[in-house]
T-cell receptor, first 114, second 112 residues
Framework: NAGVTQTPKFQVLKTGQSMTLQCAQD?????MSWYRQDPGMGLRLIHY???????DQGEVPNGYNVSRSTTEDFPLRLLSAAPSQTSVYFC?????????????FGPGTRLTVL | AQSVTQPDIHITVSEGASLELRCNYSYGATPYLFWYVQSPGQGLQLLLKYFSGDTLVQGIKGFEAEFKRSQSSFNLRKPSVHWSDAAEYFCAVGAGYSTLTFGKGTMLLVSP
């Protein structure tokens, strides 16, 4: 298993540009989430999905869109990038239910918006 | 609203010494509690979690944590720290993995 993969690893955008951060997992996990990590802020939940076709907002959803057309993929879209979206973005997945499950994180995407 | 406080931004521990990282939470019901570790430039790795049952939870890499409801705390401990434990540690609370609130992290430095 490749686990949770994220592309790209690094990205620089200009204000107003759009882009999609890719996230994929090959563990057949139902739950997937997107977080952003900013210095001194810990991780904050952007959006999450509990299964294909089902998404919901987290703590900081403004400026981001998600969709979940397949179990494997959970892309995060920035429609019009702003400097405040400069951050490191992490995708995570977990199998549904079960107290013994482990949450797996991807390696992250470092995004800079100029 | 749920929240997590990690009072120590940085902690320095000598190699071989014991470690305790503090975590206090605010949550309206019985919480699910987690500790994660992040090495530089890496994603997060789950160390341990508490859902219910025994309040002393064992995790990977020799870590343990104790849930104390009366103190709203979930402190992380390790009896003997290794240099490879140097990293940033995050405590988190929520109703499940999909709704986690993270603390701001504690950076652990290990001195020789």
């Amino acid at each position: 298993n490749a686990g949770v993969t994220q592309t790209p690893k690094f990205q620089v955008l200009k204000t107003g540009q759009s882009m999609t951060l890719q996230c994929a997992q090959d563990m057949n996990h139902e739950y997937m989430s997107w977080y952003r990590q900013d210095p001194g802020m810990g991780l904050r939940l952007i959006h999450y999905s509990v299964g294909a076709g089902i998404t919901d907002q987290g703590e900081v959803p403004n400026g981001y869109n998600v969709s979940r057309s397949t179990t494997e993929d959970f892309p995060l879209r920035l429609l019009s990038a702003a400097p405040s979206q400069t951050s490191v973005y992490f995708c995570a997945s977990i199998a549904a239910g079960g107290g013994t499950d482990t949450q797996y994180f991807g390696p992250g995407t470092r995004l800079t918006v100029l | 609203a749920q929240s997590v406080t990690q009072p120590d931004i940085h902690i320095t521990v000598s190699e071989g010494a014991s470690l305790e990282l503090r975590c206090n939470y605010s949550y309206g019901a019985t919480p699910y509690l987690f500790w994660y570790v992040q090495s530089p430039g890496q994603g997060l790795q789950l160390l341990l979690k508490y859902f219910s049952g025994d309040t002393l939870v064992q995790g990977i890499k020799g870590f343990e944590a104790e849930f104390k409801r009366s103190q709203s705390s979930f402190n992380l401990r390790k009896p003997s720290v290794h240099w490879s434990d140097a990293a940033e540690y995050f405590c988190a609370v929520g109703a499940g993995y999909s709704t986690l609130t993270f603390g701001k992290g504690t950076m652990l430095l290990v001195s020789p």
